[in-house]
């Protein structure tokens, strides 16, 4: 029989990989405390539409990345391909706006994306991201910068470059566009195929095209620092203004665009010397029409997203979050039979304790099951011979000092005890 495997530019994740995952994770929900950011989860998919008007129609992601289907009563749903437009959706249904601003959130969780997968890009990848919607306070923007940068720094992560740049707001921008299409037009048999079929459609995504041949045309396109209104202006001066006062680097990229139509003003990425080519680990931006444009009223806002697996492939590269394997509190040997009930009665209670105790479910020899002890790094074995527990009692091995004492089996609490202490 042929065996079905997991579907192309999905990943399994399991023992000697999930434990980084949890510390990842732990990681995560530290800093958000530490910033004021509460979870919200979403459902994996939403009606199409909210991505369709949130990402935007003439986008990769709308156009040719999205898993839609038509469900049996005939809706059109789409897993998430991302978690900004979601957690807007989540904000207006449930009003969350209606009280203190800003409204902070996070997310964590998978997206999904038809993409062609190589390493760090997959078609089901994981996202911490998260969102503060209300305010268009540049420090919000400095916020969206520091708070993947603190979880970077708390992961041990290093050599990573931010790169920001604004793209400026529905008022300024057109005449950047036009000027963009002018420039392009005369030039277009230099483009690569796609980067020609979005001349008109979208010309500032030709600005992150990184098809050799057309780097030559970009190098000289115009620049949208130009453009700037004197508010989107000013906001740019603010925000790199703080980021100098807090000693934080960036590289200010005029090519930094972003797949999604939303941004406004700041847009912002990290990138991470340690990966190829997919070597944006996180990236974000301001977005102040998005609320407006799902049917809200006006709200600015401003986000970030964290790519889970790259993030992790950029720290394993670096040899950083080391995996601890810690064994079974105690392995508990048996013989069989009344033996096997008996242990079997306090693996459960030391389970119920929250300790991790394992036993033999192959009736292996005693040898086989010391093996097994061994081989698990359990730190203590308990021995149930029969002799023993003729008298009630049980033999108790420190496997660190190979000292070993009797208990009795009616003083579980003391045997808890005392393998409770070891390890602290
Ligand atoms: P985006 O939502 O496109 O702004 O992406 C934010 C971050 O998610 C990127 O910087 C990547 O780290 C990660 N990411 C995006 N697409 C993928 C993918 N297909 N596979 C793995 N990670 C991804």
Redesign the pocket.
């Known amino acids: 029989m042929t065996l079905t495997t997991r579907p192309r530019g999905t990943n399994d994740v399991g023992p000697g990989e999930i434990e980084l995952w949890h510390q990842l994770e732990e990681k995560i929900r530290q800093v958000c405390a530490a910033y004021g950011y509460q979870e919200l989860r979403t459902p994996l998919f939403e009606h199409t539409e909210l991505f369709q008007r949130g990402i935007g129609e003439a986008t990769d992601i709308v156009e040719k990345e999205m898993y839609t289907f038509l469900d049996r009563g005939e809706r059109s749903l789409t897993l998430r391909p991302?978690g900004t437009a979601p957690v807007v959706r989540a904000f207006l249904e449930h009003n969350l706006g209606g009280g203190a601003l800003p409204v902070k959130l996070y997310y964590y969780g998978p997206m999904f994306?038809y993409?062609r997968p190589q390493a760090?890009?997959?078609?089901q990848?994981t996202?911490f991201g998260f969102e503060a919607l209300g305010s268009q306070d540049p420090l919000l923007d400095v916020e969206a910068i520091m708070l993947p940068l603190e979880l970077y720094k708390a992961c041990g992560l290093s050599g990573f470059e931010v790169e920001i740049n604004s793209i400026g707001c529905p008022s300024c921008r057109p005449s950047y566009r036009q000027e963009l299409v002018e420039y392009f037009e005369p030039r277009v048999d230099q483009l690569c195929s796609s980067c020609r079929s979005r001349l008109h459609r979208n010309p500032l995504r030709l600005l992150d095209c990184k098809v050799e041949s057309c780097q030559a045309v970009l190098a000289g396109a115009p620049r949208m620092e130009a453009h700037l209104c004197s508010e989107c202006a000013d906001h740019f001066a603010q925000v790199l203004a703080y980021l100098d006062e807090l000693g934080v680097a960036y590289r200010l990229n005029h090519r930094l665009v972003?797949?999604?139509d939303y941004y406004t003003k700041t847009v912002f990425?990290v990138t991470s010397s340690e990966l190829g080519a997919?070597n944006?680990?996180?990236?974000?931006g301001r977005y102040d029409g998005l609320v407006e444009e799902l049917g809200g009223k006006a709200t600015p806002a401003v986000g970030f997203?964290?790519?889970v697996?790259?993030l992790l492939l950029a720290l394993e590269g670096q040899g950083k979050l080391q995996v601890q394997q810690e064994g079974p509190r105690a392995y508990l040997v048996h013989f069989g039979g009344a033996t096997k009930r008996k242990a079997a009665q306090v693996a459960y209670f030391l389970r119920g304790k929250g300790m991790w105790a394992e036993l033999d479910y192959l009736d292996r020899s005693i040898k086989a099951q010391m093996k097994a002890a061994n081989r698990l790094g359990s730190r203590y074995v308990l021995i149930f011979g029969e002799e023993e527990l003729s008298r009630n009692r049980l033999i108790v091995r420190n496997m660190q000092d190979g000292q070993e004492q009797e208990l009795d089996l009616e003083d579980l609490e003391r045997l808890a005890y005392i393998l409770g202490e070891c390890g602290k």
């Open positions: 991302e994306r993409e760090g890009r997959y078609r990848f996202q972003r797949g999604f990425e997919q944006a680990i996180g990236a974000g997203a964290v790519g697996e790259r």
